[in-house]
């Protein structure tokens, strides 16, 4: 089973950019849907991006569409969250999650879909 590892947390003013990366290891990773969940503080975590393992299909909650970028490099064993026009209400951790899955554009959305999670990365904007 993969293990995931995300990176790239930290604190930034409203209107900045921070790109999150989540390594695998473990794995055969070019098999596994990936997610990237949030949880704000005091709240229950949500899905925030997936995407599937061909890269080919993707989702968004509709409070980061058109701000965050969702993308995966299967010869690095690596997907990354690029977060652009951050809001104050973004403040998190975030927690990179991976499912195997059998067909190349299954995604996954849900807290329960995912077997694997790591540590979680603090991501804090300021207003």
């Known amino acids: 089973q993969v293990q995931v590892e995300e990176s790239g947390g930290g604190l930034v003013q409203a209107g900045g950019s921070l790109r999150l990366s989540c390594a695998a290891s473990?794995?055969?990773?070019?098999?596994?849907?990936m997610g990237w969940f949030r949880q704000p503080p005091g709240k229950e975590r949500e899905i925030v991006a997936a995407i599937s393992w061909s890269g080919g299909r993707t989702y968004y909650a509709d409070s980061v569409k058109d701000r965050f970028t969702i993308s995966r490099d299967n010869t690095e064993n690596t997907v990354y969250l690029q977060m652009n026009n951050l809001k104050p209400e973004d403040t998190a951790v975030y927690y990179c999650?991976?499912?195997?899955?059998?067909?190349?554009?299954?995604?996954?959305?849900?807290?329960?879909?995912?077997?694997?999670w790591g540590q979680g990365t603090q991501v804090t904007v300021s207003s």
């Open positions: 999650a991976a499912d195997y899955v059998y067909y190349s554009n299954t995604i996954r959305t849900g807290t329960d879909d995912y077997d694997s």
């Open positions: 473990g794995g055969i990773f070019s098999k596994y849907a």
